[in-house]
């Protein structure tokens, strides 16, 4: 059965039917499937009952994985972590950011898989760097296309909100002194597609380092206005048992944070990914 892939929005995002994620996919499944990650830089898959074997078996065809320093994980499939809002404050990723790129090399993708969910709330936006570099005047693209920006783990982890136990604070420090603070590319080029996508992201990046202060401030804050703009990203309404895969080096998220105290559930599998360029 070949895939059937249908796209929601010109900047990005696709839905994807004729696959079946709890199984092993094809060699020819999986680079349809990459090939549609390229191109539409969010995937949606409905009706996938995954567990999170097969959940982590589906994206390490894609790479391999990253385990979260912070967030829960399934036990047995620690590749997997859990969003559960019943266990943990998932309050920071209700800001537009790009996952884990406090990170050297940052996650190539993730994979999130829709377990329980509210009535009606808790939708994600996706939003396209390809679209909202390329919207940006020539001027403009020319000078950020070489500068660098400093992304920071403690913007969107702040210890009031992640060192509350003694176990809690310790797994913190030791995350924050194993990830200091650290240096991306403004501009990033995608590794694969060769496509030049803004790489700055409110979660973590704090300043653009050949900058002045104020100025990084000022700049950044219209950056991170002009990425997320409507026309560059989707809203997904989730069904129980749907399947996001992104690129997360050309796309940030948020999750919108209007559905508590209702509780929501997801696993994610992160993909490893290299090093910005
Ligand atoms: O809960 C969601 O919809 C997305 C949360 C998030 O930011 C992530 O999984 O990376
Ligand atoms: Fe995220």
Redesign the pocket.
């Known amino acids: 059965m070949s895939l059937t892939i249908t796209p929601l929005s010109p900047a990005l995002g696709a839905q994807i039917s004729g696959v079946d994620l709890s199984r092993d996919i094809s060699a020819e499944q999986r680079d349809a499937i990459e090939q549609a990650l390229l191109q539409h830089q969010v995937l949606f898959f409905r009706d996938q009952p995954i567990n999170p074997e097969q959940q982590a078996r589906f994206a390490a065809r894609f790479g391999d994985l990253h385990i979260h320093p912070i967030y829960p994980n399934v036990p047995e499939t620690p590749q997997v972590l859990i969003l559960d809002t019943a266990v943990t404050d998932v309050r920071d990723?209700a800001v537009w950011?790009?996952?884990v790129t406090f990170l050297p090399t940052p996650a190539l993708g993730?994979v999130l898989s829709a377990k329980q969910l509210p009535a009606y709330g808790g939708d994600t936006l996706w939003a396209s760097g390809i679209a909202a570099f390329e919207a940006l005047s020539a001027p403009l693209r020319e000078m950020l296309d070489g500068l660098t920006a400093t992304h920071d783990f403690t913007k969107s982890f702040p210890l009031e909100r992640f060192g509350t136990t003694a176990e809690d604070l310790a797994r913190w420090e030791a995350t924050r002194r194993n990830n200091p603070p650290l240096s991306h590319p403004v501009v990033r080029t995608h590794p694969v597609s060769g496509r030049k996508a803004l790489f700055v992201n409110e979660?973590f990046t704090t300043r653009i380092n050949e900058l002045s202060e104020l100025e990084s401030e000022a700049l950044l804050k219209l950056l991170f206005t002009h990425a997320t703009r409507p026309e560059f990203s989707i809203r997904w309404r989730w069904q129980e048992n749907d399947v996001a895969f992104w690129d997360n080096r050309v796309t940030q998220?948020f999750?919108v944070d209007d559905y508590r105290p209702n509780r929501r559930v997801m696993h994610?599998a992160t993909i490893l990914g290299d090093a910005p360029f």
């Open positions: 990723n950011h790009t996952d993730a979660g998220h999750a994610r």
